[in-house]
């Protein structure tokens, strides 16, 4: 994943070796991630299925967090890793 988002994009650079590995992992196996930081599995290689603001209380305040289910484009995926450029 980490060649093909530099490829991609300067800014996909700084995503994590860690959300790489899980970015690849839901690819390879067909599974959704559920994630409460969408900008780690940018579009196009992964569409969000759904969301939901999931609201709390911290320090008596109301406190948001939107939480995405999100899956791999494989098709994508797939194409932009065939026809990757030599590393």
Same mark, same amino acid.
């Given at each position: %994943?980490?060649?093909?988002?530099? !490829? !991609?994009?300067?800014?996909?650079?700084?995503?994590?070796?860690?959300?790489?590995?899980?970015? %690849?992992?839901?690819?390879?196996?067909?599974?959704?991630?559920?994630?409460?930081?969408?900008?780690?599995?940018?579009?196009?290689?992964?569409?969000?299925?759904?969301?939901?603001?999931?609201?709390?209380?911290?320090?008596?305040?109301?406190?948001?967090?939107?939480?995405?289910?999100?899956?791999?484009?494989?098709?994508?995926?797939?194409?932009?890793? =065939? =026809?990757?450029?030599?590393?």
């Amino acid at each position: %994943m980490g060649s093909l988002y530099k !490829e !991609e994009s300067q800014d996909l650079r700084n995503i994590s070796l860690a959300d790489k590995l899980i970015a %690849m992992t839901s690819a390879v196996n067909n599974t959704p991630i559920v994630t409460a930081n969408m900008r780690d599995y940018p579009s196009p290689f992964f569409h969000c299925i759904t969301h939901h603001n999931l609201i709390y209380q911290k320090n008596n305040t109301d406190k948001m967090i939107d939480i995405g289910v999100i899956k791999a484009n494989y098709p994508y995926i797939t194409h932009k890793f =065939n =026809n990757r450029k030599s590393l």
